[in-house]
């Protein structure tokens, strides 16, 4: 997984939920980044050091694309409002879901 630019990250999302709309799904994950990309040293090692601000790491996945970016901790307020639209304009193909009502969760409630 390779990380890529922020705008280069949201145009290749739009392209990931077009071609996740005829037979598949995607999945876009945020966790605080620390810039650490190895992992908690054993007992007795020296710690590794804490940053001096955190950023967001996120990742999008559908099948065998995947796809990662870090936001540092001044842009995540325009990327946000850039995401929220590539999100909204992917999910105008969604289905309404029908609720089945059997007899027997109509006796329990």
């Known amino acids: 997984m390779v990380l890529l630019t922020n705008e280069e990250f949201l145009s290749r999302l739009i392209l990931l939920a077009q071609s996740a ?3 598949s799904s995607f999945t876009v994950t945020i966790k605080r980044y620390d ?4 992992p908690k040293p054993r007992e007795g090692n020296p710690p590794l050091p804490t940053p001096a601000e955190y950023s967001c790491l996120i990742r999008a996945k559908s099948r065998s694309k995947k796809l990662s ?3 540092k901790r001044d842009e ?3 990327f946000m409002e850039t995401y929220a ?3 909204r304009s992917s999910m105008d193909g969604l289905k309404k ?6 007899k ?6």
Do not use: F, I, M, P
């Open 76 to 78: 995540v307020a325009k």
């Open 85 to 87: 639209k590539v999100l």
């Open 104 to 109: 027997a969760k109509a006796a329990q409630g």
């Open 21 to 23: 709309r005829k037979d």
């Open 69 to 71: 970016t870090v936001v």
């Open 35 to 38: 810039g650490n990309d190895r």
């Open 97 to 102: 879901v029908k609720k089945v009502k059997n």
